[in-house]
């Protein structure tokens, strides 16, 4: 009996955010205020970061594999980052793949001057831009989906730089939150349905954007308010600052799924606390789907809020069944299978001595493929557990995400290949049940979905995507040409 399940690494079946945008403008610490807010946004992206600066006569860039804290490890580092401005990003990959030409922020000289761009988001025609690009004679450096803002602005005959940006906008589709640098202009951005999140503070008369307030609050700047979707906004280096809405009104479609599980629970997310929201997701739960049971059990961390909103609405004692450490990272390299599997090294542990012989209610945020969530079961039966039920903080997930998010195919989704029943013999629970749809509404926002204008984006539980997927499309297209046992 493994009692112990070495190596469970439950990160590793869960959705993940692409990736984390910071800037600052108007400090002489700019490199390292950025730095310090990367930090705080490492969640939203672990594979790469980087940071661009201005000095007011050249750009300066540093980007690295890894973590913050690995990148610019050496403070002098960041002393070869110098002036008022600065901008930077962490990232996993979706579109583009791994590899260091594709560590943002990006940065290109177009003919009147310097210009840098950091993307949290996917522009899902990518591909079909890309095309044309290179069919009129453009070169692009990297595979990321973000270096066709640079070519479609390079290659605008508006006047203005600013008139260039909103013409390379107006031919994206997708999801994009953007900062962007010129010499004489720090620019943010957040697409028109405003799917991926971006606010604004203050430090002193220095002006800060980032993905989240976490940040904000990390680097000492007070949250002033989010950027409206579609809105794009200008800082000068004089400090004068201009709003745009060049895009006409739309209904605001946030990704719900913010809420659930990619922002760090000390942030706000569209107006809300995420903590309070999370808790919230797990009182409804409670209401939806009750059981018979002796403890609640958090799967760590992401589960925790919920299962603490579960247990105060239940009235079922809120314990730490499960036990992480946070000093044991991933292990890449194994000289060997028996090592691989000695136990060495463990990231959770299922607490025996609380769990043997109770009922466990189990909570976790999301069911991506399944595999994990079966592994937790496991463990908690080989601890001893009378009873597992499993509980999710979240809608099954049954269709892919093309706004930013790490989402594997869709016939790898448990929620797309199984009804509930064969899913919860497939984990191995007692029982399985999710939050319903309106009832994660009304947990985040207080009110249910409004079906004919969905007040989040919310695609991956109900496949009711908020924009055209053109390359998604053009795919399709080219696949149903194919012979049968030629589609990938």
Known sequence: MNLTHPFLDLDGDKLREECGVFGVIGNAEAAAITALGLHALQHRGQEACGIVSWDGKEFFARRGLGHVAQVFSDQSLLGELPGHMASGHVRYSTTGGQGLRNVQPLHADLARGGFSVAHNGNISNAGFLRQQ??????????????????????????????????????????????????????????????????????????????????????????????????????????????????????????????????????????????????????????????????????????????????????????????????????????????????????????????????????IDDSIVRGTTSMKIVEMMRDAGAKEVHFRVASPPTAHSCFYGVDTPERSKLLAARMELEPMREFIKADSLAFVSLNGLYRAVGGIERNVAQPQFCDACFTGDYPTTLTDLAQRAEREAQLPFDKVA
């Open 133 to 362: 690009l290179v069919e009129k004679g453009a070169i692009f450096q990297s595979s990321s989906d973000t270096e066709v803002i640079i070519h479609l602005i390079a290659t605008s005959r508006y006047p203005t730089l600013l008139d260039r940006f909103v013409d390379a906008l107006r031919m994206v589709e997708g999801a994009y939150s953007l900062i962007c640098m010129t010499p004489k202009r720090m620019i943010a951005c957040r697409d028109p349905l405003g799917i991926r999140p971006l606010v604004m503070g203050r430090i002193g008369d220095a002006v800060v954007f980032a993905s989240e307030t976490v940040a904000l609050d990390v680097v000492g700047a007070t949250f002033e308010r989010e950027i409206e979707p579609g809105e794009i906004v200008e800082v000068r280096q004089d400090g004068r600052i201009s709003s745009h809405h060049p895009f006409g009104q739309h209904g605001a479609r946030p990704c719900i799924f913010e809420h659930v599980y990619f922002s760090r629970p000390d942030s706000l997310f569209a107006g809300r606390s995420v903590y309070e929201a999370r808790k919230a997701i797990g009182a409804q739960l409670a209401l939806e789907c009750p059981t018979d049971a002796d403890l609640v059990v958090p799967v760590p961390d992401s589960g925790v809020p919920a299962a603490i909103g579960y247990s105060q609405q239940s009235g079922v004692p809120f314990e730490l069944g499960i036990i992480r450490s946070h000093y044991v990272g991933r292990t890449f390299i194994q000289p060997s299978d028996g090592a691989r599997h000695s136990g060495v090294k463990r990231k959770h542990n299922a607490n025996r001595a609380l769990v043997e012989g109770k009922r466990i209610v189990l």
